[in-house]
């Protein structure tokens, strides 16, 4: 696997090695030896699986501590614009945020760290994997915006779908309006 550091301190994008023949291909997209070794996280407890139609978008979001989490995501079919949003107060990155293209063609991989708002947009019908540290709590669960002004995330798209639920999250500013800096 070859590790791509961001600019933001934990977040990683993760290329497996590909092998691959006449026949298909294969990769390991998670090995608890490996992710030791490079410092990441090995105790996922939830994976999930979504299908979003070309045009969606999903989030920001993040589930508040004790129940934050930490998200393995990629890309089984399809192509998505994958973005992570610094919330960690303390961090010298809080607010700003890294963009990656996931693809099921290119099997790359994204580490999220817990403390950070999560979402993306389906460049094309697509299936999203995520494996994650903590289970899921509803009472927990928050969000941005995804089209906060503050965060000024290019989505690189027009006419998204967004569910009505993540229409109506709060801005980045009403929950973190004392520590924008």
Not at 77 to 91: H, M
Request: charged content about 25%.
């Amino acid at each position: 696997m070859q590790i791509r550091e961001t600019s933001i301190a934990g977040l990683v994008e993760i290329f497996p090695r590909v092998f691959g023949d006449d026949r298909g291909m294969f990769f390991e997209s998670y090995n608890e030896e490996t992710f030791a070794k490079l410092g990441l996280p090995v105790n996922f407890v939830q994976d999930n699986q979504s299908f979003s139609k070309k045009g969606v978008v999903r989030g920001l979001h993040f589930q508040n501590a004790p129940f934050a989490q930490g998200k393995l995501v990629r890309v089984i079919t399809g192509r998505v614009l994958d973005v992570a949003v610094d919330i960690r107060p303390d961090s010298p990155t809080f607010g700003k945020h890294e963009v990656f293209e996931l693809s099921g063609e290119q099997n790359n991989v994204a580490y999220i760290p817990e403390g950070f708002a999560h979402g993306f947009v389906a460049l094309e019908d697509s299936i999203f994997s995520y494996k994650c540290t903590n289970l899921y709590n509803k009472a927990s669960e928050s969000g941005i915006l995804w089209n906060d002004p503050d965060l000024n995330i290019d989505w690189g798209i027009t006419d998204p779908i967004v569910s009505e639920k993540d229409l109506i999250l709060p801005t980045f500013r009403s929950l973190f309006g004392e520590l924008i800096r």
